[in-house]
């Protein structure tokens, strides 16, 4: 049986079918894990995407009808 350290509290864990959790020991650990992502306290390094991603996003928001037009066209 495969046991692995839960990430966020390190309790071993057993790597079996029944644990909905793993490799969290609970879902409060799972949770933690979540938020921690979210708030960006845990993060892969690399570089940053944000300004291609920025580019991206302004240029399709270029072709997106004004705010007073109407988003479908018949």
């Known amino acids: ?3 692995v350290n839960c990430p966020t509290c390190q309790t071993q864990v057993e790597w079996i079918a029944e644990n ?6 609970s879902d409060r650990c799972r949770l933690i894990d979540l938020g921690e ?3 960006e306290s845990r993060v892969i390094k690399g570089e940053s995407l944000k300004q291609e991603m920025t580019a991206q996003i302004d240029e399709f928001s270029e072709d997106l009808p004004a705010a007073d037009e109407p988003f479908f066209r018949h």
């Open 37 to 39: 992502w979210a708030s």
């Open 20 to 25: 909905k959790c793993k490799p969290f020991c």
């Open 1 to 3: 049986m495969v046991k």
